[in-house]
């Protein structure tokens, strides 16, 4: 094998994750799932809705819910400030996105294959569904989740009453 082979073998198990923050923690999601990245602005709210529930909004003639991470992972509330965003995720259609309230986004991350540790077992009480593992990096340690998982408003509304 040439060393050009062995370096697209290896660029091969390489996966691009956007790296954004709720409080003090660092989360990943997969780029390939990211359809764009939106400053805050008012949403409309929907009636009897979850907490985590912000609203929606009209992304390019689609109407998108929005849940706020932060809230939906069971951390505290916080007032949006400058660097918070709204990060559009898609599953392969447009008829299945969401939109994800973070407080900001911080990078692209590039993670091989190997560098991916599974979540510990929590038990029962601690949600880890939407966990696709962990990554250390520095003094860090950023979990990856998953965006089809966090797409599913169904999961959502199934993981709120098991919670």
């Not at 091969?12 to 359809?35: A, R, W």
């Not at 007032?79 to 008829?95: E, F, G, H, P, Q």
Request: charged residues 25%; aromatic residues 6%; proline residues 3%.
């Amino acid at each position: 094998m040439t060393t050009d082979q062995t370096q697209q073998a290896g660029a091969d198990n390489n996966q691009e994750y956007l790296t954004f923050s709720l409080g003090n923690e660092q989360y990943g999601v997969d780029i390939l799932k990211v359809q764009e990245i939106r400053g805050w602005e008012p949403l409309r709210e929907m009636p009897d809705a979850p907490a985590y529930y912000k609203g929606v909004l009209d992304f390019r003639g689609h109407i998108l819910p929005v849940v706020d991470l932060r809230i939906r992972f069971g951390e505290e509330q916080v007032n949006y400030k400058s660097t918070t965003v709204i990060i559009v995720l898609n599953n392969d259609d447009a008829d299945n996105m969401m939109g994800v309230v973070v407080d900001a986004v911080s990078d692209v991350l590039t993670v091989r294959q190997s560098e991916i540790k599974a979540a510990p077992d929590m038990g029962s009480r601690i949600k880890t569904d939407y966990v696709l593992g962990m990554v250390s990096r520095a003094d860090d340690m950023i979990m990856l989740v998953d965006a089809e998982r966090l797409i599913d408003v169904e999961e959502l509304e199934v993981a709120d009453t098991v919670c």
